[in-house]
């Protein structure tokens, strides 16, 4: 996004993504799992990232998927750790990604 002339607001944004993911929108669902594994606008929580990942990734989002295979990989940034690492051996398996072929 750019922001000619209009300051920067994480927090805002963040609360922008929430409303839409709310209501089922899976881009917004990724953009603020996103949020919460880099801790932009939110505090930083694996778990809420995993939740918000796992919503779209459900809905087929493969950039939710790719995020959160990431996010898994550089888990030590978390603490607490979250259960994203189950859902990547699910995705490894082939047990989420028929999702994608659907």
Not at 11 to 34: N, P, S
Not at 57 to 81: E, I, S, Y
Request: aromatic share 8%; glycine share 12%; proline share 2%.
């Amino acid at each position: 996004m750019d922001s000619k002339g209009v300051g920067r607001d994480h927090a805002e944004a963040a609360r922008l993504f929430r409303l839409a993911a709310d209501q089922g929108y899976t881009d917004a669902e990724c953009m603020l799992g996103i949020a919460y594994a880099d801790g932009c606008g939110v505090p930083r929580s694996s778990t809420e990232a995993t939740r918000y990942f796992q919503r779209a990734v459900a809905k087929g989002h493969a950039p939710a998927k790719d995020a959160m295979k990431r996010m898994q990989l550089f888990t030590d940034h978390f603490a607490g750790g979250g259960d994203a690492g189950a859902w990547v051996a699910k995705m490894n398996r082939g047990e989420i990604d028929r999702v994608y072929n659907s």
